[in-house]
């Protein structure tokens, strides 16, 4: 247990579904991240949260939407996906957004796109 | 971003030292040299960093050369439990406009 949790843990969804990922943190960070990870693939920084606020975006496609409301709090919605975007999708998160501090990841949801 | 050159993959038997080095030719002074390891089905799990000086902690210790442009994350002996892949990642202090920039990392066999 890492403090990170994720739900679901697996999520099958087609083409033209509307889903959303949840991360909740329990150890007080400020700072949040969502990663892909792709069969055979290194990790993929998708979004940076720090204190609420966005303050990373890596050229990610607008059919992923993230949403922090608070500290603890971390969501990506999705939509119209397409099925390369099939993945392992993991949630992190670290005292504050510098490299003094370490992550800690969730356990991932595991996405299929039909 | 400064990067890190990892071997693919390295195997050791239970219960030896296990040494993973990394190198990061470009690294810059404000630069923490982060390691994270990976087991099959799960998210990355923190193992250690450091700035200049060799960390230990209860997982693993981190020896950084004196001109930092290497290091080696030390497993002091090897179970089952530690094959995965490991990660060697670096990360200014200064963090604006860095990322955690992961590579394909060392992929770590342990044979009983």
């Known amino acids: 247990e890492t403090g990170v949790t994720q739900t679901p843990r697996h999520l099958v969804m087609g083409m033209t579904n509307k889903k959303s990922l949840k991360c909740e943190q329990h150890l007080g960070h400020n700072a949040m991240y969502w990663y892909k990870q792709s069969a055979k693939k290194p990790l993929e920084l998708m979004f940076v949260y720090s204190l609420e606020e966005r303050v990373e975006n890596n050229s990610v496609p607008s059919r992923f939407s993230p949403e922090c409301p608070n500290s603890s709090h971390l969501f990506l919605h999705l939509h119209t996906l397409q099925p390369e975007d099939s993945a392992l999708y993991l949630c992190a998160s670290s005292q504050e957004w510098t490299g003094t501090y370490e992550q800690y990841f969730g356990p991932g949801t595991r996405l299929t796109v039909t | 971003d400064a990067k890190t050159t990892q071997p693919n993959s390295m195997e050791s038997n239970e219960e030896e030292p296990v040494h993973l080095p990394c190198n990061h030719s470009?690294?810059?002074?404000?630069?923490?040299i982060h390691w994270y390891r990976q087991l099959p089905s799960q998210g990355p799990e923190y193992v250690i960093h450091?700035?200049?000086s060799n960390v230990n902690n209860r997982m693993a210790s981190l020896a950084i050369a004196e001109d930092r442009k290497s290091s080696t994350l030390i497993l002091h002996r090897a179970t089952l439990r530690d094959a995965a892949v490991y990660y060697c990642?670096?990360?200014?202090?200064?963090?604006?406009?860095?990322?955690?920039?992961f590579g394909p990392g060392t992929r770590l066999s342990v044979l009983p």
């Open positions: 470009t690294i810059s002074g404000t630069d923490y």
């Open positions: 990642i670096l990360r200014p202090w200064d963090n604006y406009g860095q990322n955690f920039v």
């Open positions: 450091g700035l200049t």
